[in-house]
């Protein structure tokens, strides 16, 4: 198994640019998130999915869009980049649904350094 | 609000030596709580997790305590390594059925010197 994997590792934008962070997981996990990390900060949660077709918003979600296709693939999508996105960017993903089974070990990717300029 | 604190934010500690990581807590309703490794440049690792009835838990030459009375943690390295070198999280899951209850901490990161 890969695990969870994202694409790119490091990306380069100029500000108002859109583009798509690359989750894909092959455990066929039901639940996928997106969280930023910012120095000295915890990781923030951006977007979840408990599943395909279905996401919601987590604490931190404006300037993102996700969506989820797939129970493989989810997707971050930055609308309008600004200097605030700036950021370490991390998938994660586990088994079960988000609350019930918060137990349940969540895998991270490698991440995608973010620099907005 | 639901909130995380670790402490020390950093500390350098010689091969060999223990050392112990704080974590302090105020989230509710407790459901777990998870320490992770992350390495520099990568996704952060489960290490142990925890839930109320638990107060220890080992995983090779790291063990964490946990005392839901106080609703503080602990992460005990024991006979450090130069691979210990990590940032290591503290993560408080609280009980819900919808959403993402996971809160984290802020990290501390350990630096081994030989």
């Known amino acids: 198994n890969a695990g969870v994997t994202q694409t790119p590792k490091f990306q380069v934008l100029k500000t108002g640019q859109s583009m798509t962070l690359q989750c894909a997981q092959d455990m066929n996990h039901e639940y996928m998130s997106w969280y930023r990390q910012d120095p000295g900060m915890g990781l923030r949660l951006i977007h979840y999915?408990?599943?395909?077709?279905?996401?919601d918003q987590g604490e931190v979600p404006n300037g993102y869009n996700v969506s989820r296709s797939t129970t493989e693939d989810f997707p971050l999508r930055l609308l309008s980049a600004a200097p605030s996105q700036t950021s370490v960017y991390f998938c994660?993903?586990?088994?079960?649904?988000?609350?019930?089974?918060?137990?349940?070990?969540?895998?991270f990717g490698p991440g995608t350094r973010l620099t907005v300029l | 609000k639901n909130q995380v604190e670790q402490s020390p934010q950093s500390l350098i500690i010689l091969e060999g030596k223990n050392c112990t990581l704080q974590c302090n807590y105020t989230v509710s309703p407790f459901s777990n709580l998870r320490w992770y490794k992350q390495d520099t440049g990568r996704g952060p690792v489960s290490l142990t997790i925890m839930t109320f009835s638990e107060n220890t838990k080992s995983n090779g030459r790291y063990t964490a305590t946990l005392d839901a009375d106080t609703k503080q943690s602990s992460l005990h390295i024991t006979a450090s390594q130069l691979s210990d070198s990590a940032s290591y999280i503290c993560?408080?899951?609280?009980?819900?059925?919808?959403?993402?209850?996971?809160?984290f901490g802020g990290g501390t990161r350990v630096l081994v010197k030989p």
């Open positions: 994660a993903s586990r088994r079960g649904l988000a609350g019930l089974t918060s137990y349940n070990e969540q895998f």
């Open positions: 999915s408990v599943g395909a077709g279905i996401t």
């Open positions: 993560v408080v899951s609280a009980m819900g059925a919808a959403g993402n209850k996971l809160t």
